[in-house]
């Protein structure tokens, strides 16, 4: 454990990203205001010790609104990576193992998924869908497959050709119980980072697609949909936009550091030495 | 040979495509081990040696290989007959495999112990406390220090020579009658290899598993083996008891093994003589030769040699080889 507090990226991500996801576990638990509640006493106030972070146009308090929306934010990224993931996973695995013909359609599929622009793409997949949180998640969870899929490939390929694969076809273990206790765990930390930086990814693509209405919908408080609303006032309140702006730069910041610093930390080159 | 050999390979003829077309790997290759016995194959990189253990076990990735005839039979059932579930049943429990790099053949992120147990666990389905248990006895079998504290670690934590240790251990748990060792010693340190070795004789005393060992290292066999094989392009060239090999080496290419072998101080009286090399190389698997595939490299070939490929032999008890000289022993060259 002492190892990866050595690195400072991942120190540093570390703080940050648990800074998020405490807040969003406090929120669970309590938030100074209820994040919905309307006030039209306390319209478009500035910070204040009342309103540490101000209120927006419909009295709420932008503090309580930001811990509600970190929820959210976690929420998107755990779906979306998990979605990834465990169809991403399976699919490059086959890729991997299951012969030329399923390669060459899988990853057919995958240049397939590149070739469109994501965030057109998920603007798409949600304005047919219907513009909700669920429709965001796998707007973006389905641009993960291939991500995953592809990584997998890849070091499951390498991985394959090891010596200590033929050792345990050797000793008798079926292939599909090598790919579960031999492949996977050796192809674990590449998914770790790559699932990390992908979480941040998400928190900023659900950012943006709630920024043009077709993420999380109202009232439920979405980091991206605050700015949205905020625009409005950029002129009378500008911390309307300020906070839930820097909210977003933190968490992206914290879970790309704790990628990047998972990175350094688990290269299976640098692993070795201790 | 007795009919109560424990493994036959007959003509066993293996090839693989290449981007230079077929090639013939392993070309009508017969060789027997008898239950408790060690045979010892000697030979090249690329003569065919690992192609055949390998095919023993039903490992040869197909494609490029393509295994075109012969019979593997092991205890009276035809190996190449077997559905893949049968064979895995048999890899692992009753053939079992050491490989030549201790370094890489260790998952690496899975602890010793647990790699040890694995073939106990799907082969006999001990729970994984009885597992456990097991491999740490067989730790202690093959002189891991500590073996019940190590059984926690993970393969970088230990050196060369004790993951070779691991190796033999993960291979004999489930008491194989027949072990196939490929190169163990090679990649290891000279007093780590009389280690290995004498740990292998010892297991080997042991469980009385039959150990077929591969290895191009002359030495080796001449510790291990009662018997040898020398194998030379895909083909057995020579075969016969350890002694008489090494006494009375009948093919060219076996006597110019055995000169090439490096000894200290060179020839008794000080003047330091050349090591003896054969000159050339093998011949690529995709060759077509007409004659003896030998005989490109060989002092003694004469213009037989070059058109009619030699039969193996027998040529003395226990003893074949493959080479014209032993029907024109006037042809063979004494030069001094």
Known sequence: MRRFFQNKNFTAGFVLSAVVVLAAAASLLWTPYDPNRMSALERLEGPSLRHPLGTDQYGRDTLSRILAGAVNSILVGLVTV???????????????????????AIMRLADLLFGFPAVLTAILITSILGPSMVNAMLAIGIFYIPVFARLTRAVARVVWEKEFIAAARASGIGELAIVRRHVLPNILSPLLIQGTIQFAVAILAEAGLSYLGLGTQPPHASWGRMLNEAQTFLDTSPWMAVFPGLAIAWAVLGFNLLGDGLRDVLDPKMARIR | MSDAALLRIEALRVSFRTPEGPGTAVDGV????????????????????????????????????????GTIRFDGRDLLRLGEEERRRIRGREIAMIFQEPMTSLNPVLPIGRQVAEPLRVHLGLTEAEAREAAAGWLEKVKIPAARRRLADYPHQLSGGMRQRVMIAMAMVCRPRLLIADEPTTALDVTIQAQILSLMRDLKEETGTALLLITHNLGVVAQMAARVLVMYAGQVVEEAPVAALFEEPFHPYTQGLLRSIPVLGGRAGGAKTRLAEIPGLVPAITERIAGCRFAGRCPHAFALCREDPPALWAIGPGRRARCWLHLHPERRRHHG
């Open chain 1, 82 to 104: 998990a979605i990834g993931l465990l169809l991403g996973v399976a699919l490059g695995l086959l890729a991997a193992y299951g012969g030329k013909a399923a390669d060459e």
């Open chain 2, 30 to 69: 017969d060789l027997a081990v008898a239950a408790g016995e060690t045979l010892g194959v000697v030979g090249e990189s690329g003569c065919g040696k690992s192609v055949t253990a390998l095919a023993v076990l039903g490992l040869l990735a197909v494609p490029p290989a393509r295994i075109e005839t």
